[in-house]
């Protein structure tokens, strides 16, 4: 089944304010002057997509002595370094630290605390982190363990080769690790109103007066809590009848109980029905149980599901299948085309940083090693950041 194309999303929407630490974070990520290297005549293993998946399967092959490209049209390091883990769990800590802050006094006896505190250091904090972090991502690291690293957009333009910025990368195998995306919703007005993803989101250096978060899913919960505890007011609609639905249910109610006692409004059983700018406000209209309700918020954030990235990178030219859910793969993580697999988001349910590294384990051996690894002996663990 085949997707419509779209245009890529603007490069770099994940990096603002353009201060000290995101200035460092290109520079690492993504260097301004990079120059793209010539490439060898064919490569062991092309990579397209330096998230984790494509990181790990890049530097194992590397260590190994394949001849590897890696190919990234935007950040290296994926969500997880940018827009995923190191940015959330950052936020996370200082909002459990002004948690602790706010109610040391009466539980313990602290010194009280005082003001509102500083929102916009709890966000310079955690570009810093981020920045401070990306070398372990970066493209000169990657260069270093002998990885020709190109940035740009790659597409398949046969079955054993890629093209990016007018180059021909000749493989042996590639690996599509290409991740997901926020799933954009269909929300009537929503788009004209304007909202956050987990993309935008770690770019506000003001602290949203009214949070309303669409989804209450890991994304969801996660930020509802952590806002709140900075200081926002926060609502959760979920169309569900409880959040984090993929988890066990008992303990998905101890967690909603510690978000209301936190403050955040939970609305379950709901459905947006259409949301409408107002005054630089938005005002979201739902449904609960038949009947309708609104809720204005300043920011709206939303967290309902991921996409596939599996747009302009050819793979009809390669013979790759794929379709909503993302690219198609055996239990080996092998395509419709035998010498090209796929790991991570862009090919599995898990959408998850460990599950990615797991699988560019798993696509060396199976890829280069004539491997016999499977993907469905794996054993997912996931966690979610609430409290």
Known sequence: M??????????????????????????NAHPPAWQNPAPKDQYHLVVIGAGT??????????ALGARVALVERELMGGDCLNVGCVPST?????????????????????PRAAGDGDFSAVMERMRRIRAEISPVDGAARYREMGVDVFFGQGRFVSQDAVEVDGKRLRFRRAVIATGARAAEPSIPGLAEAGYLTNETVFSLTERPEHLVVIGGGPIGCEMAQAFRRLGSLVTLIQSGDRILSHDDAEAAAVVAESMRRDGVELVLNAKVERVEGAG????????????????????????????????????????????EKGIEVDDRLRTSNSRVYAVGDVASKYHFTHAAGAHAQMVVRNALFCGRSKASDLVMPWCTYTS
């Open 53 to 62: 998946g494509g990181l790990v399967t890049a530097a194992i092959g590397a």
């Open 2 to 27: 085949a997707i419509a194309e779209r245009e890529s999303p603007a490069p770099f929407s994940a990096v603002r304010p353009l201060d000290e630490h995101n200035r460092r974070l290109l520079e």
């Open 280 to 323: 630089g406000a938005s005002v979201v209209h739902y449904t609960q149980d038949g009947t309708a309700s609104e809720v204005t918020g300043t920011h709206v954030l939303v967290g309902i599901g991921r996409a596939p990235n599996v747009e302009a990178l050819g793979l009809e030219a390669a013979g790759v299948a794929y379709g």
């Open 90 to 110: 950052g936020m996370i800590r200082a909002a459990r630290a002004w948690k602790a802050a706010n109610e040391g006094a009466e539980r313990f006896g602290a």
